[in-house]
């Protein structure tokens, strides 16, 4: 017996995760992804849109997901590195579970065929291309939860740009807080990374009540974060710019004090103010 | 039976909800209140007793409303919009419970007979005079449980010019967030508000282990909110004049490092100091 | 203005607590009760209606009501007396609030008017009739917030011969054990009821995320609390009778081991089996 | 781009689950198992050992499993159906995830292209084999992660003859009670479960801060659930052997009350006492 | 100043815990106990009044403590080994910390002086008297928090014939469970103590909110655990044989359901009842 | 017997607090402390080295104590008065339990005997040096569990100069959050310190999962509190030096976002690279 499984083990190469997609599983489970792709299949949003997603803010999103039956793209109760730095770009995918060596240990046998580095939390992060987000599966842990301190972080920043979601810790806070990013993370621990194998990258994880998927775009603004499909950033970004423009003149509007709310949301009643509003928008939209 | 029911139903108007004081009852529960009134009965703690407040910290109304036999009026656990801008005014209150149709029917139809907004929360919204501080029992609901979002927390500031208070979430945080008002919330969500029944109106609502009447002076701080009876203000008021002067002479001899505690608080023990003190004192309140 | 208030006062005869519906006021709020009504206006779900809801289970509640647009009827998290003993009756409400002398001697004073006890618990303990379940909201007080005792328990299934939820504790655990009554409580501690005022009798209350009415068919089983509306309490009973049946059959074939579940669950597919199972069904509910 | 997927879509058989290993896979992972095999390559762990295990305490393996480098296989704070029943069995795990539908979809075609059942528990419940004990990872949700009621509890026991550990909820708890298995959840609801997807069928699942394995022995009992690698479980079993001897004859001993606890614990250092428990030892290991 | 230090190292007998007090200082921090003392000082409740102890509840207990200005006496929120089994005897106190070397290490050095066990927990096992209960401070620590197992418990029980107070967790609950002893702890692990050290043994220990001194007679019953000052104890026991036969009497007249609650409860106000109640509290008092 | 008492109790004179070292006991807890000492033998690490602890990160901390032994010495879960500001100082440490007055009374007869101030917060604040940091054992009490409000936190600030660590709360939060001092705390109430006793004072605490000695070395910032043993400070200022030249000159690296950060971190591989970052180093300590 144990001499077969020697031979299966030689037979099948081993791959770096227990949880890996090929092109073609990435491509399957996003086929509703109407842009681009990464070399491994992962949809890659343009960065026009990305932009135009950086403008808007998480009821915005709210607006248009629920209703298209994605009620499980929020996530909550963060902790804000940088509170009203916007996180914007697309998810890259990490899932971790407790170490045990049976399983590890033919995963890192399979890394190392590919010569991926050894070290748990640099192999992902040095996959990372710029605008990419990392969203990182540590199930909440805190003491040896710690995914990064000053020095990754500050690799992870130089080399996207963005920021991190991670459910789970940091650690070096005091290193990490002068660098002008955006992060979302559970808690804090001076400790290292430990006790934890990487099991997925680039998959679908669970961030509390989210499901996230590799090339999900992500929104973190100071409510939470938010993952949005592919297939529905365009709607998203689309219904935002009419909103925008209601909420800018209704806004403006309330502040004066004059008005009952009623008279003026979720619309005007008053045929003037229905006219001043009408004219607004056309002027907004046209620019 | 049923022809009886209609009957009734026809024979006492119905009101707007469930928890309802005629102006009589407001007077008789508030029967302390030595000030004017709104035409609803409600107290209205004068605006120059207001202003008199907003100099004034939770421990100076602690030093009087336990003593006095109101130790249930301070509310903590508290997520702050602004840390650092004071909330004072005029408390309205409003109290929701988990939505049944048999019931919210009854007081929907009361409401529509008065004319009123059938929106949950823009019919409390539209009763907010300036001066004002809404107080909403939302029971800590997080999900569904949100008040306001940028439009109408935008309504809440132009018309009062204070803030609120809400025992539930917010939305929209990052449209709010640039209003530079006082918040008092437990939580966030992109949610809107549902799920709910609006079931009374400037009746005494209890928000975590406080209970608040129409008509209380409220006043937060970094530190939580405090509901001041009106009977209670001018007490609160004048005591706190006092302790104002001797913690500003006491704070500055402290903090110069030379003194022992104790020789200087609660109060200094030095006739030289008790001296200097009693000099400071009387040029202080003379001003 | 004092004397203004005093006359009030004497004109209006106070109310024995806040928040007091008329006999014409519960019937309308519960103008869908299709059966008697107390002397108050409470509904009376018949005895023998009551006799069938003892026999189901929360889930074939939750088959009806949430479907009719009654979610939010259920709670759970409660520590149970005796678990294994069902509780089945009709509903007693009391609310509580933090007690603040302004609103209670109000309450108070009109109490004593009406020759009704001091004493805050047993005031509504002494209302309670056979076949009622006294349900209070003391918004999960712990110390202090101890509605019973030994003695009022003794005297509560005494008189009721049913049992209690208490969205609060209880004291005296040792002496309430031996009683054989179903009791829902959330914590226990030896301090005896204080620092409260009851706002509210036989008015709508929230219990957790659940809101009850007066009159309310209570069902308690090992899950936690349903509280039913009258008017549903039949489609409730009617429909768990089929699904009695029906899983009674379907759980014994289960057992044997013999199936896959998708073989019998929902429903049957084989032929033979479907004809077996409607063979039961007859034989059973022409019984 | 569109029509490139659709081709990809007809040319890749979708499998069941997001996460589906192989034979090949389920063997590389487990290669240290060193017993037979399910043809899904699960390891079988003998039915002797199993009876071996049943047993055992949690202390028991603990001695072995953290010093052989596998300190995370142990997971506390459940609620048990029946304290004092026993869990042993072979560990079959199930993965969800909160639902979208671009991933489920694409899953729930394959799972129809292999003709299983569409309803996201009864699948897994359809694969179990006696002596196996479904392990499920529904992420702690209580309303809709509630994975059995009273019918397809009755199915899984009669199936299996052992019980189950959902890091969830179940439902028809009043059902389920009478049912002699051994439960282990986090808690009840009556809702039905839904608003998840499958996302893995003997893939490693995390139970907390544990890992599980395919095949894994599941021990439950009055503390918490272990879960023993096969390759272990000989290991346990003996090592657990002397340790029963011994505890036996030193618990008679301390329970008399006449000697120190360091007279005879952790070993006995009287002659006459290490005597006497030497042949008690060999006399019952001879057994 | 290294050679000063050993030179005060041989000076000073160390003592075997951080904080040990003396004879003089036992009795004099206890120096209201009436009763004889052990030869530690430890204050030795008699016997007689212990076993009336055993027939009290919480609430007898709670009816003296605070009014004599002891509010801080008991703690709640344990797990029960066996709800019903009574714990009551003399508190044997122990306190641990977070593990230090520099001050266990002198510590230890201490004890090995004194030729006391090294274990950090059969040390303090070892003085356990018939009689006393156990009260461990272990500030809630669940993992390696773990007091005791089965056969130290089995040691514990033979020892004192009464039970344990953990403010920590215990282990082997599988083995401990078949000891029909009162056992109150917080939770339960399968590890092994360790991480802390001993600072102090028959010092006073902070149990939650209750601080409990050597020579407390323990109460434990269903709703948690009274530390009673042995000054206290004689004015407890005495105050309860008269609400022993109040409330048998009021409980048996209340559970007829003949009665208002206020008729009886608190006292009863017919003169005929009252005439009944003085008699059959004379009779008894008699016994 | 009482004669006794009080005949011991003049033999005896009292001590202050219940738990209170000798200069002795002091030096012989802290017999690693390779510094000077304060008059009452409490180590008293240099000035210089303070300054050099200053510029250190929780993680260079971290670095050291665990693999020295030391992993108790770490807390988080602060709220922080002013992130950003650093806290550096020697520990003093006082520990408080809930009030009894058995215990308290001999206590303050003891205090009174040696003239010290009455309050129990006072007395330990007036005991401060420059340079000192207060670590106060309140045992997370938040009602009356407040240590400081704004009077004595300016006397806290103008004597020491550095901040504080109270495992409790503080109030006046408003009037605290001008001075510009660090502190940690765990939440804010508007109420007095009471319902508690004094019962060390420079003696073991523990805070959270931490235990600190007097004259540890505080160094609180962003992520929470460490102390540090005299004896290692040192070393873990020495290894904090190469630390901090490493990542000064990695991050600047990573953050360019030209390299893989497996090229850099933990250590460069190119050789290039290499001769770089030793030539870096070099200048750096040199200086």
């Known amino acids: 017996m144990r001499l077969f499984l020697i031979f299966v083990a030689l037979a099948i190469p081993a791959a770096a995760q227990v949880f890996t997609w090929s092109r073609e599983q990435m491509i399957q489970y996003t086929g509703q992804n109407p842009f681009e792709?990464?070399?491994d299949g992962r949809p890659k949003v343009p960065g026009a849109l990305l932009e135009k997603v950086s403008g808007l803010t998480a009821e915005e999103v709210f607006t248009v997901l629920p209703g298209a039956k994605y009620p499980n793209q929020w996530e909550g109760n963060w902790r804000l590195l940088h509170p009203g730095?916007?996180?914007?770009?697309r998810a890259v995918?990490?899932?971790?579970?407790?170490?045990?060596?049976?399983?590890?240990d033919v995963a890192e046998a399979g890394a190392r065929a590919k010569g991926l580095a050894p070290n748990i939390n640099q192999r992902v992060?040095?996959?990372?291309e710029p605008g990419d987000v990392l969203v990182v599966d540590l199930f909440g842990k805190v003491e040896?939860?710690?995914?990064?301190?000053?020095?990754?972080?500050?690799?992870l920043f130089g080399r996207t740009k963005t920021g991190f979601v991670i459910d789970g810790s940091i650690r070096d806070l005091e290193g990490i807080y002068p660098i002008q990013m955006a992060g979302y993370f559970r808690s804090v621990h001076p400790s290292a990374i430990g006790n934890v194998m990487l099991t997925g990258v680039n998959v679908p994880v669970r961030i509390g009540s989210a499901t996230v998927m590799p090339g999900d775009v992500?929104?973190?603004?100071?409510?939470?974060?938010y993952f949005i499909p592919p297939?529905?950033?365009a709607a998203v970004v689309d219904n935002a710019e009419e909103t925008h423009v209601h909420d800018e003149w209704t806004k403006a509007k309330l502040l004066t004090g004059k008005y009952k709310s009623s008279d003026?949301?979720?619309r005007p009643s008053d045929p003037a103010l229905i006219r001043e509003y009408e004219e607004y928008k056309k002027k907004k939209l046209a620019k």
Chains 1, 2, 3, 4, 5, 6 share one sequence.
């Open 218 to 225: 992500v929104l973190g603004d100071r409510e939470g974060v």
């Open 144 to 155: 040896q939860g710690t995914f990064i301190g000053d020095n990754l972080a500050s690799y």
């Open 264 to 266: 003026l949301y979720p």
């Open 85 to 89: 730095r916007k996180l914007v770009g």
């Open 231 to 233: 297939h529905l950033v």
């Open 37 to 39: 792709r990464f070399p």
């Open 93 to 104: 995918t990490a899932q971790y579970m407790p170490l045990r060596p049976d399983v590890a």
């Open 125 to 128: 992060l040095d996959m990372l």
